[in-house]
């Protein structure tokens, strides 16, 4: 990605914040955000906790499946890095990209482009994605109870573009990912990491909580900022608006995620403002969340993230 794109995807979230802001009256919505309930937020970074810590353990997991060396406090530091530069740095996946490239450069005999250090990466990210798009889909067969025909229209055409985007990202990625790779072996590498039982079992098991933690934490954010929309009204809009953040024209979502509520709350006959304020406040949690890897960055150096290797 080129220096362009950064500014690019800069401009479109601080675009579509400062049209929301302005549209929903900016005051307001500080005014709500600076009531944030302390307890909550402290719920919301204790859920990041076990959520990096779930990540971390999946990651470890999935490349020693491949063959790759990876202790968990290597996986549990890098990981930290990882959704810290995720959250600052437009696209949403330079953390990712850079955790496998340093795993990869730590593994002195794996460094081939796309080898399994990188691979490891990626496949540890689809077993969440996956999870996360399914719970997107069927989210979208509960809105009918609160939507109205035309607005249902409208949101599953979103919903399946914003599907359609996302595989076609998730494949692209693969493809540029495992250039040069031999067939047979990057389906035996697929089968150990996720097709055998004990491997499916951990995959699946590890997604559903860590898709688990992504709606707990947004519920929270709702909670924070005194929204008390039923969790069952509220819970099947949860899914679209965090699949948006997929699309990569943001920083780290910001912005599209915010008017995909302002959207999806409106046609649902809710308070758009409140779509708004509460994906404003997890990206807030979010962003609190992974300040520990702005720490580790800060405090220890690249290199030293592999001294306990």
Known sequence: MNRFDYVLRAVVSVGLLAGLAWWLELGVLVS?????????????????????AVLAWRWSFTAQRLGV??????????????????????????????????????QHHLREPGGPAVRAV????????????????????????AVDQRSWSIIVGAGFLATTIVVAAVVWTRRQSLAGSLPGRVMSEVGAAHLSLPAFTVQAVTAVIVVSTYLATYLVAAKAIGVDTRVLVLLPLVGPVLMSMLIPVTVAGWGLREGVAAVLWGAAGLTAGDGVV?????GLLVLLGSLPGAVLLLATGERSLFRSR
């Open 278 to 282: 509460v994906s404003v406040a997890y």
């Open 122 to 145: 990626i496949f540890e990210r689809l077993s969440a994605q996956a999870v996360m798009t399914t719970v997107a889909v069927v989210s979208l067969l509960f809105l009918p109870i």
């Open 69 to 106: 060396s990876l202790p968990f406090l290597v996986a549990w530091k890098e990981y930290y890095l990882s959704i810290f530069l995720n959250q600052v740095l437009p696209g949403g996946v330079v953390g990712d990209v850079t955790r496998a490239w340093r795993q990869a450069r730590s």
């Open 32 to 52: 709500r955000l600076a009531a944030l309930r302390l307890p909550w937020v402290l719920l919301a970074f204790g859920i990041s906790v076990v959520q990096v």
